[in-house]
């Protein structure tokens, strides 16, 4: 059987390791390098003749990773957050310029449970005047708000606005600090506490009643299997696809 070569950027780190243990548990895989701080991405990448790399590393370094594995020919499955528009426009041109082959998945969140949540909250935007995002998060996490809960309400936003629903109501005029990030006119607070891992609550509201969608990843091995998805997805996605809900069904 032939197996996907798999590197992992961020092997020593928390997800890292998580996917190293993945990765050589899965039998149509083969972890060909494990890849941290200081070691030499593009030559480990030739010698170590990989398919697909994972990377989980840091926000600061993630990009240029994704450039030199596009311009090493191997493709990549993105878990690391601090993408913007322009970040994601800067890997769509390279992706091209780079011939149209490779593929890269950027992924805020490889949970189902996430995945299925913001689904449902982007379903259920327009039905309700007021909607909020909360994630709460373990406090070792060092950027805020996180991806997911990002990713979470721009979708809300998106569908409010192709529904023509008018901003969420919102008489404050001072303390507006407390009111967490606007995102695209949708307010994301995030929450740091020792003893959680990973957290989502999408609160909706109407007069007179309430929606709460909350979904909790209390593990890290939940978000295994979106990854191995990835893996063996991403090598017939040319181009650069964002969000692990395309790589599922769930019309
Ligand atoms: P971590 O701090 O435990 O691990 C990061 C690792 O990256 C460390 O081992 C660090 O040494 C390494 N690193 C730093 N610079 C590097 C470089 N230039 N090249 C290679 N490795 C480098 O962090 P973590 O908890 O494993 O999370 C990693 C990222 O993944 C964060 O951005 C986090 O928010 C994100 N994350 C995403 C998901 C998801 O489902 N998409 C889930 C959990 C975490």
Redesign the pocket.
């Known amino acids: 059987m032939h197996k996907i070569r798999v590197a992992v950027?961020?092997?020593?780190?928390?997800?890292?390791l998580n996917v190293c243990a993945a990765v050589e548990a899965a039998p149509d895989l083969k972890l060909v390098a494990r890849?941290?701080?200081?070691?030499d991405?593009a030559a480990t990448l030739a010698s170590s003749r990989a398919d697909v790399a994972v990377d989980?590393?840091?926000?600061?370094?993630?990009e240029?990773?994704v450039h030199t594995l596009i311009d090493a020919g191997v493709h990549a499955v993105v878990?690391?957050?601090?993408w913007d528009e322009e970040s994601r426009n800067r890997v769509s041109e390279h992706l091209g310029a780079a011939g149209g082959n490779l593929g890269v998945l950027l992924?805020?969140?490889?949970?189902l449970s996430?995945v299925l949540a913001m689904t449902f909250a982007a379903k259920a935007a327009r039905f309700f005047e007021s909607v909020e995002v909360i994630e709460l998060h373990h406090p070792?996490?060092?950027?805020a708000p996180?991806?997911?809960a990002m990713h979470t309400a721009q979708a809300i936003a998106k569908a409010r606005a192709d529904a023509g629903i008018p901003p969420s109501p919102d008489a404050t005029q001072t303390g507006q600090d407390a009111r967490g990030m606007n995102v695209d006119g949708v307010h994301v607070h995030a929450v740091r506490l020792r003893g959680l891992v990973?957290h989502e609550e999408i609160l909706l509201g109407n007069p007179g009643e309430q929606l709460t969608i909350r979904q909790d990843?209390f593990d890290?091995v939940s978000?295994m299997p979106?990854?191995l998805l990835g893996i063996r997805e991403i090598t017939a996605r040319p181009g650069l696809t964002v969000g692990l809900e395309h790589l599922i069904d769930l019309s």
């Open positions: 950027l961020g092997a020593a780190g928390r997800m890292g890849i941290d701080e200081g070691d991405l989980f590393t840091v926000p600061s370094v993630t240029a990773n878990g690391t957050t601090g992924a805020p969140n490889f949970g996430a070792d996490k060092v950027d996180s991806g997911t990973a990843s890290r978000f979106g990854v």
